[in-house]
C-alpha cells in the first residue's frame, strides 16, 4: 500500500491533483517551446517544437494536423479566441498566420530583424502583438499585414508575452533585461515597467486583469498592476530557472514549470504550495486545458507528456470493492481435520425475527401484529400460538389483545376458531377466547361482522364438546372391552407357567 510520506498533508488538493491517469507520452522532433489549447471545443492543442505545428486531438497520439511551412525553428503558435486562427514566430523573423482549416499561411508580417519568440493576439482579433531577439515589441493589423507601432525599449531579448482579455489595447512583455513592461497600443511608449530582478521568462495576465505573474530565475512574482505595479509575493519554490505558467480554468491555482523537473501548483488565496508533479527531465512549456481536464507538458528532450483526468464514473465505481471468487467462500469445506488439530468452532450469527426483536423490546402489541400477518398465520400457525403463549407468561396477552379495531378483532376470532379445535394449541387458545370475550363484551352488538365471528367461534366450541362427549362415551366402550381382554390374557399365561414349572421339576427328579 502507498504510506502518505512523512510531514505530508493529504488535502482536497492533493485528492484532486492526484485524480489523473498514467501520463501519455509522444515524443516530438525537437524541444517543445510553446503548447496552446483551442478554447473552443473539441479543445485540440497546438505544440510548437523545432520547425513544426502540430495541432493533436484531446485523445490522439498523432498530430491530426502539422503546419511545416518554417525554413528554421517556428515559435510560439497560439490560437485566437474563437479557434479558428493559429499565429507562430519563426527564427528568421517573420510571423506566420494560419487557418484552422488550411496549410498554406493567410498572412506574412515581416519586421522584425531577428527571431520573433512571442506573439499572440489582442482581444478585438484583429490585431497581433510580437516580440524578438530585436530588442524591439511590435502591433500587427491582420486585414493588412501591416505593422501598427514598434516599441524598442528593451534592452534584451524579447521572450514572453500576454494580452489582456479586458482591455484589447493592453498587452505586456517580458525581456532578458529583467523588465516587464505594460504597453496601450494608443500610447506611443510603454506605460507601466516592473522590475523583476532576472531574466523574465514568463508573464501572465489574471482574468480580472488586475494582477500579473512574472517567471524568471527561481523565482514567481506577483504584482499589483492597479497599484502602479506593487510587489504583492515573491514565491521561491523552484530550485532552478522558472520556464512557463499557466492557471486552471476557475483562476484559483496557478502552475509553474521549471527547469528542476517539477510542476508546483499554488492557491492564488494564499500563494502556499498545495501539489506537485514531478517528472523525467527538465520543462519548457506547460497548459492545461479549459475544462482543466488534460494536462500536457513539453521536455527539453522533445517528450510530450499528456495527463488525462480519470472519469467520474469509475471513481464512484472503484468505491464499490471487488468481492471474493466463488472458491474462496467454498476454500477448506472438503477439509478433514486429522487426530492432532484443535478444531475451533466459528460462532454462527443469530439473525433475529421481526417479532423476537419486538420481543425483546416489550412491544406485545406489535408483536402480537407481526406474527399475524397471513404467511405466518396460515403457513406456521403453531410461531402465533407461541407468541400468544409467551406473552400470556409475561403477563401481558390481555393489554396485547386490548384496544383493537373491527378488523383486527375479527382477525384474532378467525384464527381462534379455525384452531382453537387442534389439541396442541387448545390449552393456549381457550385462554386468548376467554380473554377476547372479556375485554370486548361491552362492545358486543355494535359490530355485525365481530358478532358473527363470536358465534363461529361458539359454534365451532360447540361441536368440539360434542365431539368430546362421543369420544368419552367410546373410550368408555374401548375400556370395558380392555378389560375382558386382559382377564384372559392373564389366565392363559398362567397356565402356560404352571405347566412349565411342573416340566422343570420333573426333569429334575429324573437326573
Not at 485528492?15 to 489549447?37: H, S
Not at 407468561?393 to 381462534?416: C, H, M, N, W
Not at 384452531?419 to 361491552?442: G, H, K, N, S
Amino acid at each position: 500500500p502507498a504510506h502518505p510520506r512523512l510531514g505530508e498533508k493529504v488535502t482536497q488538493d492533493t485528492l484532486y491533483w492526484r485524480g489523473y491517469k498514467t501520463p501519455v507520452q509522444i515524443k516530438e522532433f525537437g524541444a517543445i517551446n510553446k503548447i496552446d489549447f483551442s478554447p473552443v471545443s473539441p479543445y485540440n492543442y497546438a505544440v510548437t517544437a523545432s520547425s513544426r505545428i502540430h495541432i493533436y486531438g484531446r485523445y490522439s497520439q498523432e498530430p491530426i494536423k502539422t503546419f511545416s511551412r518554417f525554413k528554421d525553428a517556428a515559435y510560439c503558435a497560439t490560437y485566437r479566441d474563437d479557434g479558428k486562427l493559429l499565429v507562430a514566430g519563426s527564427e528568421e523573423g517573420s510571423i506566420r498566420l494560419f487557418d484552422i482549416s488550411g496549410r498554406a499561411p493567410l498572412r506574412q508580417f515581416d519586421g522584425h530583424t531577428k527571431a520573433v519568440h512571442i506573439v499572440g493576439f489582442l482581444s478585438d482579433k484583429y490585431r497581433i502583438f510580437s516580440g524578438g531577439d530585436d530588442y524591439s515589441s511590435n502591433l500587427w493589423d491582420i486585414p493588412s499585414a501591416a505593422e501598427i507601432v514598434s516599441y524598442n525599449e528593451h534592452l534584451d531579448y524579447v521572450r514572453c508575452g500576454c494580452a489582456s482579455k479586458l482591455n484589447a489595447d493592453v498587452f505586456v512583455t517580458g525581456s532578458y533585461d529583467h523588465t516587464v513592461k505594460v504597453f496601450d497600443a494608443r500610447v506611443k511608449k510603454s506605460v507601466m515597467t516592473i522590475e523583476h530582478g532576472q531574466p523574465v521568462e514568463s508573464v501572465l495576465l489574471f482574468p480580472s486583469g488586475g494582477l500579473l505573474v512574472s517567471a524568471g530565475g527561481r523565482y514567481v512574482k506577483v504584482w499589483d498592476v492597479l497599484k502602479g505595479g506593487q510587489l504583492l509575493v515573491s514565491l521561491k519554490n523552484h530550485h532552478k530557472t522558472v520556464t512557463c505558467l499557466c492557471l486552471n480554468s476557475s483562476g484559483q491555482r496557478l502552475l509553474s514549470g521549471s527547469l528542476d523537473r517539477h510542476v508546483k501548483i499554488y492557491s492564488t488565496t494564499s500563494y502556499k504550495v498545495v501539489h506537485s508533479f514531478n517528472y523525467a527531465t527538465s520543462i519548457l512549456s506547460l497548459a492545461l486545458s479549459p475544462e482543466d481536464e488534460t494536462i500536457v507538458v513539453g521536455m527539453t528532450n522533445g517528450v510530450l507528456n499528456v495527463k488525462h483526468r480519470k472519469p467520474e464514473e469509475s471513481k464512484a465505481k472503484s468505491q464499490n470493492k471487488r468481492r471474493p471468487a466463488y472458491r474462496t467462500y467454498v476454500k477448506g469445506r472438503n477439509y478433514m481435520p486429522k487426530q492432532e488439530d484443535f478444531y475451533v468452532s466459528k460462532p454462527g450469527k443469530c439473525v433475529l425475527r421481526k417479532y423476537d426483536k419486538l420481543l425483546k423490546s416489550f412491544q406485545s402489541s406489535k408483536a402480537l401484529d407481526a406474527v399475524l400477518e397471513p404467511q405466518i398465520r396460515l403457513c406456521t400457525p403453531e410461531v402465533t400460538v407461541a407468541v400468544m403463549q409467551e406473552l400470556n407468561r409475561r403477563g401481558t396477552l390481555r393489554s396485547a389483545l386490548a384496544g383493537r379495531d373491527e378488523k383486527q378483532i375479527s382477525l384474532l376470532l378467525t384464527f381462534v376458531t379455525r384452531r382453537v379445535i387442534e389439541p396442541r394449541f387448545t390449552p393456549i387458545l381457550v385462554t386468548v377466547a376467554d380473554m377476547i370475550a372479556d375485554i370486548y363484551q361491552p362492545v358486543v352488538g355494535q359490530s355485525a361482522l365481530v358478532d358473527k365471528q363470536f358465534l363461529r367461534l361458539q359454534e365451532a366450541i360447540g361441536k368440539e364438546i360434542d365431539y368430546q362427549e362421543e369420544l368419552l362415551e367410546v373410550l368408555g366402550m374401548m375400556d370395558a372391552l380392555f378389560a375382558t381382554l386382559t382377564k384372559k390374557k392373564a389366565s392363559s399365561l398362567e397356565e402356560n407357567k404352571s405347566n412349565g414349572l411342573t416340566k422343570t421339576l420333573e426333569q429334575d427328579t429324573s437326573h
